[in-house]
């Protein structure tokens, strides 16, 4: 069964180093996703992407954060000069259709140090 | 802003047990999703249910969605160890990419 995956599965980085987390959709998925969930809190929504740009984003998704398909099948996510308060699951996850069912990567943990 | 919100917030059971979840929300949606999460693991889609639906089923979960209530329910029956996990209902917006939005969860142990 086709299925997102995500690397690495662990990254630790210092604080104000960039990182780059990578996803790899379901191959005839045209909607992708990028959540975040810090330990213990709900899953929270980052951004949201189709047709080689973003469709939405959340206030968490600031000017530290950017997305990228860079060819036809990674979706990364980066952030630029990581804080600690970034440390999280990092999820992303794909759709074939507006409204319906994401799948979700396992996950990218990123502790920030 | 519209929110899935789970209760209980932790619930324990027997093994063979069913074990009931319930979900509210506050604006119109389109879909209500289910997922499991096991613990510091992805999460996994369960069932998604629309806002025409009034039941789904799929092996041994039972959903069900009330949209005048703005509340759904999930249901497991005969429930396993291998059940325990965190479960999230996830809500979407009527129209547009809308993202999901999710509760906190219900933390669900099957004791054996």
């Known amino acids: 069964e086709p299925e997102v995956t995500q690397t690495p599965s662990h990254q630790v980085t210092q604080m104000g180093q960039e990182v780059i987390l990578r996803c790899v959709p379901i191959s005839n998925h045209l909607y992708f996703y990028w959540y975040r969930q810090i330990l213990g809190q709900k899953v929270e929504f980052l951004v949201s992407f189709y047709n080689n740009e973003i469709s939405e984003k959340s206030e968490i998704f600031d000017d530290q954060f950017s997305v990228e398909r860079p060819d036809g099948s990674n979706f990364t996510l980066k952030i630029r000069s990581t804080k600690l308060e970034d440390s999280a699951m990092y999820f992303c996850a794909s759709s074939s259709g507006i409204q319906e069912t994401q799948y979700f990567g396992p996950g990218t943990r990123l502790l920030v140090l | 802003s519209q929110q899935g919100e789970e209760d209980p917030q932790a619930l324990s059971i027997q093994e063979g047990e069913n074990a009931t979840m319930n979900c509210s929300y506050k604006?119109?949606?389109?879909?209500l999703q289910w997922y499991r999460q096991n613990s510091g693991r992805g999460l996994v889609h369960l069932i998604l249910?629309?806002?025409?639906?009034r039941e789904k089923h799929s092996g041994r979960l039972r959903v069900t969605l009330d949209t005048s209530k703005k509340s759904s329910s999930l249901l497991i029956t005969a429930s396993r160890a291998a059940d325990t996990a965190s479960y999230f209902c996830?809500?979407?917006?009527?129209?547009?990419?809308?993202?999901?939005?999710f509760g906190k969860g219900t933390r669900l142990s099957v004791i054996a």
């Open positions: 249910i629309r806002s025409n639906e």
């Open positions: 604006t119109s949606i389109n879909n």
């Open positions: 996830a809500t979407v917006k009527v129209s547009g990419n809308t993202p999901l939005v």
